[in-house]
C-alpha cells in the first residue's frame, strides 16, 4: 500500500466530511471528490480491489464525521449505517472504475455522475434507506444557492456537486502534466459554481402569493426520551397539555404537538379511537377553547385470523397478530378525528428490513428506543388534514421530511403548509438534530411552502418558503412558538414533474453499463498512466 495513495483517500474522506452542515463548509463538497477520483485514474490499470479499498476509506471516514452522532442512539446503529453505507458508496464507485476500463472518457464521466444520482435515489426507497448523506443535502445551510431547487430538486445539487468535482480534476490533471494552469478548465469549473449561485440568487427574489393564514403554537414539551417520555400515561399528557394551554400558551389557536406526543404504548385501538374516553375528554377541551389539535400518538389494530392480518402484522401468539402505527392526528370541533400513519420509517427502530425473510430467522427484533419494538405499519396514501377554516396541513412525521419527491405527494393532494412532528431527543445536542432541522429547509423550496416544526427536545421552528428560519426554540428546553403561517396553491415544477434527473440518470446510467459489459476494455483508457 502507498502512502501517497493512502493520503489521496484520507484528503477526500475528511474534505467530504468536512463540507457536511451544520458545522461544515459547503464550498468544500466542490473538490471533495477530487482526491479520489485522481486515484482511481492512478490505479486503474491494476487492481479494481485497490480501487474498492481506497475508496471504502473515503467514504468511511465521510460517513464517521458526518454521522457519528447516531452513536447516541445506538453503537450497533450507528457502526451499521457508517459501515454499510461506506460498503455502498465503495461498490458503486469501483463499479465506475470497472466502466472507465470499457468506455472512453466522456462516457466514464456521464457514467459515474448519473451512477451516483441513480444510487442516491435508490437509498430512497429500498428497505435499508438512509439517504441522509445524499449530496443535494450538503447545501442545507446554504439556501441562497439553492433556490432553484424548486424545479430540480435536491438531486440537481448532487448534479452540481459532481459537474463540478470533474472539472477541477481535470485541471489538476493538466495542471500536473504540463506544470502550468489551465484558465480554461479553471474558469469553467467556477462559472459552473457562480452561475447557479447568481441564478439562485435572482429566484429568491421572487415572491410568492399567500391565500390565507392561520395562528399556530408550536409545542416543545423537552421530555427525556429515555428516561421520562414513555413511561407517562396519555391522560397525564393530555393534563399537561391542558394546564399548559390555559395558564401560557393561549387558545384560540390551533396547536401543533411532537411525535408521539401522546406516548403510551402500544397506544390506542385505531378502531375505537373516536368513541374513547380520551379522546372525548381532549375533544370537549378543544370545543370549549375554540382551539384544534395537530399531534403525534401510538395506534394499534389487531387480527384473531391469520387471513385478516397484514405483511407488516407481528405475531403476538396463537392466533393473534398486532399492527402497531406511529401517527399523527388531527382533532378540531367541527370534524372527526383525522388520522396519518407515518410511512417512511427509521430501518431498525420502527422497520425490520426484508421481514418476510428475516424474521423467521432472527425474529422480531428491534433496537429498543422507547415505547415498542415491535415493527411499525403504514399507510399508501399521504393523508392530507382538514382544518375547521379549509386549511390544507401536509402531516409529516420525522424521518419523513428527509424524502423530497415523497413530501411532492402531500402537495398534490391539495397540502398548504408542511407540519412536520419530530422527536429528536434520542442524539443528546450533537450534529444530529441540527441536520434534521436544516434539511427541512430543503423541503421547503423544493414545494414552496412554509413550514412549522414541533419537536420534543428541539429545535421547534418556523420556516418560510425560501428556506429561511425565522422563528426557532433551543435545544433542551420547554417552551412554544406562537406564529401566524401563511398558505398557498402554488404547485413549484418539481412538485409537478418530481425527480427528473433521477429518471434522465436512469436511461443514461442504464445504457452505458449495458455497453460497457459488452465491449472488451477501451486500451486507449486503458494504457493511460497519470503515476
Known amino acids: 500500500m502507498s502512502i501517497k495513495n493512502f493520503c489521496f483517500s484520507l484528503i477526500s474522506g475528511i474534505l467530504l466530511g468536512l463540507s457536511w452542515p451544520t458545522y461544515g463548509f459547503s464550498f468544500l463538497i466542490f473538490v471533495s471528490f477530487v482526491p479520489i477520483l485522481y486515484l482511481e485514474k492512478k490505479i486503474r490499470n491494476r487492481s479494481l480491489k485497490l480501487v474498492f479499498f481506497y475508496s471504502y476509506i473515503s467514504f468511511f471516514l465521510w460517513n464517521l464525521i458526518a454521522t457519528w452522532w447516531l452513536i447516541y442512539a445506538s453503537v450497533f446503529g450507528m457502526l451499521f449505517a457508517v459501515l454499510v453505507n ?172 411532537p411525535e408521539t406526543y401522546f406516548s403510551e404504548s402500544p397506544g390506542y385501538s385505531i378502531d375505537n379511537f373516536t368513541n374513547n374516553e380520551f379522546t372525548k375528554s381532549l375533544n370537549s377541551f378543544l370545543i370549549e377553547n375554540n382551539s384544534q389539535l395537530l399531534s403525534g400518538i401510538q395506534f394499534f389494530k389487531l387480527y384473531e385470523k391469520k387471513e385478516l392480518k397484514t405483511e407488516t402484522s407481528n405475531f403476538i401468539r396463537n392466533n393473534l397478530w398486532i399492527d402497531v402505527y406511529n401517527s399523527s392526528f388531527f382533532m378540531s370541533k367541527e370534524n372527526l378525528p383525522q388520522i396519518y400513519h407515518k410511512s417512511k420509517l427509521v ?34 396514501k399521504r393523508e392530507v388534514f382538514l382544518t375547521d377554516q379549509g386549511a390544507k396541513i401536509a402531516p409529516l412525521i420525522c424521518y419523513e421530511s428527509v424524502y423530497g419527491e415523497y413530501i411532492t405527494d402531500y402537495i398534490r393532494n391539495g397540502a398548504q403548509v408542511l407540519a412536520i412532528i419530530t422527536n429528536d431527543g434520542w442524539w443528546n445536542e450533537s450534529q444530529g438534530y441540527k441536520q ?96
Not at 421481514?355 to 415493527?375: A, C, M, R, Y
Open 86 to 257: 461506506s460498503f455502498l458508496m465503495a461498490i458503486v464507485f469501483t463499479l465506475y472504475s470497472f466502466v472507465s476500463r470499457r468506455v472512453d472518457e466522456k462516457l466514464s464521466i456521464i457514467y459515474f455522475t448519473t451512477s451516483w444520482i441513480v444510487f442516491e435515489k435508490f437509498h430512497l426507497y429500498w428497505d435499508f434507506s438512509w439517504p441522509w448523506l445524499n449530496l443535494g443535502n450538503v447545501f442545507s445551510e446554504n439556501i441562497h444557492w439553492i433556490q432553484w431547487y424548486e424545479y430540480s430538486g435536491s438531486f440537481g445539487g448532487s448534479l452540481w456537486v459532481l459537474i463540478v468535482n470533474f472539472l477541477f480534476l481535470y485541471f489538476l490533471i493538466n495542471y500536473l502534466s504540463i506544470k502550468k494552469p489551465n484558465p480554461i478548465l479553471f474558469s469553467a469549473a467556477v462559472l459552473t459554481i457562480s452561475v447557479p449561485i447568481i441564478i439562485s440568487l435572482l429566484i429568491y427574489k421572487k415572491e410568492y402569493e399567500s391565500i390565507d393564514k392561520i395562528d399556530v403554537s408550536i409545542l416543545q414539551p423537552n421530555v427525556d426520551p429515555y428516561n421520562d417520555k414513555y413511561n407517562q400515561t396519555n391522560f397525564s399528557v393530555l393534563s399537561n397539555f391542558k394546564s399548559w394551554v390555559t395558564k401560557d400558551i393561549g387558545t384560540n389557536k390551533l396547536f401543533l404537538a
Open 347 to 380: 430501518v431498525g427502530v420502527e422497520n425490520m428490513p426484508f421481514k418476510k425473510f428475516l424474521e423467521p430467522l432472527v425474529g422480531n427484533t428491534l433496537i429498543d428506543l422507547g415505547g415498542s419494538v415491535l415493527s411499525r405499519a403504514t399507510q399508501s
Open 436 to 531: 434534521h432541522l436544516s434539511y427541512a429547509k430543503l423541503r421547503a423550496i423544493e414545494t414552496r411552502k412554509n413550514v412549522v416544526r414541533s419537536a420534543n427536545t428541539g429545535s421547534s421552528a418556523v420556516i418560510n418558503l425560501k428556506g429561511e428560519i425565522i422563528k426557532k426554540l433551543d435545544y433542551g428546553v420547554k417552551g412554544y412558538i406562537n406564529h401566524q403561517i401563511e398558505l398557498n396553491n402554488y404547485l413549484t415544477f418539481y412538485v409537478k414533474y418530481g425527480d427528473l434527473i433521477y429518471r434522465l440518470s436512469l436511461f443514461f446510467f442504464s445504457f452505458i453499463l449495458l455497453f460497457s459489459i459488452t465491449r472488451k476494455k477501451n486500451k486507449y483508457n486503458f494504457k493511460k498512466n497519470l503515476a
